[in-house]
């Protein structure tokens, strides 16, 4: 009979241990009997973990075929399709005068747009995170709202608010502030779509972060300013990021919301995607595709500086701690 390792064999009605020496099992560490250091545990640990799933040869084939089904062959079909034009006629249509324009309101609009959700999708978090209030349910599922709305609703509701006639147009018409289609108006738009992003990225970064520290640097004399600027924001700053990077991938790409609301003025408030649909219409398939190119480079290379600074900002935290 074996039980825990450890071989025993009933004689006469009793239980006697054959082979004692099966007890000292091997640890992690290959040593009878010791304790296998924190790296060692960790290592079996993740072994364990990956366990769960078929094996590693398989699930990554899966991973990649998925990755590369999706995403990939759908983005390199625009690159082939744009690699039918010369490289002449390629610059000649991606520096169109009203497509320069369109591009600089689509990226510069989307920046505005994330760095003011950056700011204040901060505060919401915060403030849904460390204060206790009545409504407090309702308005952390309103900070939702913008997910679950088809942004074609979100457009007509945004711009029969901002309006000159609206709520909120008549009131800002007065001071001469015109929103509704203008590049204000787009900004707006794009502000709305991506507020989520930053609260739903950062609120979990709060939720878990020791009260402790703070009340650390009060007892030292620390401020609730340099409290957080010098211990709460630097452990939240990747969190920030990447709130920050969803939110202006977000709103580069948007459409809906913001075709209602800017007016599609060209040279003034046209966005580089609504002027990509509007060659799809006029099957200019290779102008179309042209300015996608430009639209996915151009994102691409952003993303990566955001992650970049993101990672920069996460091995700074790690060797200050």
Not at 118 to 127: H, M, R, T
Not at 137 to 146: C, F, G, N, T
Not at 298 to 307: C, D, R, T
Request: charged share 15%.
């Amino acid at each position: 009979m074996r039980a825990s390792g450890v071989r025993f064999e009933a004689v006469a009605g009793s239980a006697i241990v054959l082979d004692a020496s099966a007890i000292a099992t091997p640890g992690p560490s290959g040593v009878d009997g010791e304790i296998a250091p924190p790296a060692t545990r960790a290592r079996v640990r993740r072994r364990r973990a990956a366990r769960v799933l078929p094996g590693f040869g398989l699930t990554l084939g899966y991973t990649l075929s998925y990755l590369a089904l999706i995403v990939l062959v759908p983005l390199s079909a625009a690159f082939v399709r744009a690699s039918a034009l010369s490289w002449p006629a390629f610059v000649d249509i991606v520096t169109a005068p009203r497509v320069l324009a369109s591009l600089r309101l689509t990226f510069g609009a989307s920046l505005v747009a994330a760095l003011a959700n950056a700011l204040f999708g901060l505060v919401v978090a915060w403030v849904l995170v460390r204060y206790r209030f009545p409504g407090r349910r309702i308005a952390d599922a309103i900070v939702d709202l913008p997910f679950a709305l088809p942004t074609a609703v979100a457009g007509i509701a945004l711009t029969g608010v901002f309006a000159s006639t609206g709520w909120l147009g008549a009131l800002l018409a007065a001071f001469g502030l015109k929103v509704a289609f203008t590049p204000l108006g787009v900004v707006v738009a794009l502000t709305f779509i991506g507020l989520p992003f930053v609260v739903r990225t950062v609120e979990p970064v709060l939720q878990t972060l020791p009260r402790e520290l703070e009340e650390a640097a009060t007892t030292l004399g620390a401020s609730p300013v340099q409290a957080f600027r010098r211990v709460v924001f630097p452990l939240i700053t990747p969190a920030v990021l990447t709130g920050f990077a969803l939110a202006f991938a977000r709103a580069i790409g948007e459409y809906g919301s913001v075709i209602f609301i800017a007016g599609n003025m060209p040279m003034v408030s046209e966005i580089a995607p609504l002027l990509i649909v509007s060659k799809l219409e006029q099957y200019d398939y290779a102008g179309a595709t042209a300015i996608a190119v430009v639209m996915l480079t151009m994102s691409f290379a952003l993303l990566l500086a955001i992650n970049a600074l993101q990672a920069w900002s996460r091995r700074r935290h790690g060797a200050a701690s």
